[in-house]
């Protein structure tokens, strides 16, 4: 059966109602963002959300359409810059635009420019380095019930609301989706893949995870001595960190499924071989992974399914992969999704859920930046607060906001 038959029927199948809900760790930086910072955080939680979009707050060159999701932040130059996605919905449209912004106060917001190319634009994700502010993102098509990789852009700063025209990045990489930029020393790692524009066809050809490194933003170059490719298979979205003694820890996305599977790969690359990844598999399945660390511990901001075990993968192996891909899909899509924060053995290689952020409906595309003291602002998407059991195919159809909040860890 082809995947994208088996999307339709996925999608006329899945009621709209309302449901039951079911029971770059970076230097320390002070509070460099007013009004940010956290007092005596004792256990792990977050400061109410404030909504930063839609908001008359923002610049009036920023169109709030009826989504908000795919986001970024960094601190750049004494401003924090938030990179947005706005569209009609959820999904791929010609309409959408990536506006940027910046603010001192997280009050007042200064416009820094907008793309808009007539395709679908996600996964925005900056990058600072050398003084010098790049963002990148991914270019799709205009089909809703597509995924249609159409390789990575990347446009530089020049000053405000000034940007150099985007061009093609990773060009060598064909269909390549950069997923998280992180810091470490001076060079910049970044995680991504290929293979994207398999998942809803029939041809389910293996995806693969790629890790560079950069000291310039121009030229990349694998972080591991055995190569830039560190995973194939299902995994697409991932996120690591890299403790105090050189071991990677990492996080993927496995939608796709594999011979382990569906759900999530927990990963850990040791000291001496960091480019070697062993992995776990997992049957739950937190989207959009973001992992942070100070070092010692690991932690995981990613999409939570609100069922009795929350699991993705439901065990049917009676049915071939596709059909089991179809399956998985249909009951994941009908269901509520929190944003949540889970802990990582390191270890074990497993996680635990910890709370769930403010969030419903469709949520979860999260960005952080360090404040020190184990305290990161955190910018995520939600669909509103006060609707917390539709369903997640309900939440992609209708409205969204970007909010912040502060994320203590102690």
């Not at 992995?279 to 511990?297: E, F, Q, Y």
Request: hydrophobic share 40%; proline share 9%; net charge negative.
């Amino acid at each position: 059966m082809r995947r994208v038959a088996a999307l339709c029927l996925l999608l006329a199948a899945c009621d709209d109602g309302a449901v039951d809900a079911a029971p770059d760790a970076g230097p320390d930086l002070g509070c460099p963002v007013a009004g940010a910072c956290l007092e005596n955080p004792e256990r792990p939680g977050f400061s109410p959300p404030v909504v930063v979009a839609p908001s008359p707050d923002l610049p009036a060159e920023v169109v709030s359409q009826t989504a908000h999701n795919n986001l970024d932040v960094v601190l750049h130059d004494g401003r924090l810059f938030l990179a947005l996605r706005t569209a009609p919905s959820h999904f791929a449209s010609a309409d959408t635009w990536l506006y940027v912004v910046s603010t001192t106060d997280q009050v007042a917001w200064r416009y820094e420019g907008g793309f808009h190319l007539g395709r679908d634009l996600r996964e925005p994700r900056f990058l600072s380095i050398n003084g010098e502010l790049s963002l990148y993102f991914a270019v799709l098509g205009t089909d809703p019930l597509a995924f249609e990789p159409g390789g990575a852009r990347v446009a530089r700063y020049r000053g405000p609301g000034d940007w150099t025209p985007p061009v093609e990045a990773f060009a060598d990489l064909p269909g390549f989706i950069p997923w998280r930029i992180q810091r470490h020393g001076d060079e910049a790692w970044l995680i991504g893949y290929v293979g994207g524009e398999g998942v809803y066809t029939a041809e389910v050809d293996p995806l693969r995870v790629y890790w560079l490194k950069t000291r310039d933003g121009q030229a990349w170059a694998p972080v591991a001595p055995t190569g830039a490719q560190v995973l194939e298979g299902g995994v697409s979205e991932t996120d690591f960190a890299r403790l105090d003694d050189g071991t990677i820890i990492a996080v993927g996305r496995n939608e796709a499924g594999d011979a382990d599977g569906f759900g999530s790969k927990i990963c850990r690359g040791e000291a001496a071989t960091p480019g070697v990844w062993r992995c776990v598999a997992d049957p739950r399945k937190p989207d959009s992974p973001l992992v942070l660390t100070d070092g010692a511990r690991v932690w995981l901001v990613g999409r939570r399914h609100v069922t009795e075990d929350g699991h993705f993968d439901l065990g049917r192996e009676d049915l071939p992969p596709e059909q089991q891909w179809a399956t998985y899909l249909a009951a994941y899509w009908s269901r509520p999704k929190r944003c949540a924060l889970w802990s990582v053995d390191a270890t074990r290689l497993a996680v635990t859920h910890v709370l769930d952020l403010p969030s419903a409906g469709d949520t979860c595309f999260a960005s952080a930046v360090p404040l020190g003291d184990r305290q990161w602002l955190l910018y995520n998407y939600s669909s509103p607060f006060d609707r917390p059991d539709i369903s997640w195919i309900q939440g992609q159809r209708g409205p969204t906001l970007i909010y912040q909040t502060t994320l203590a860890l102690p």
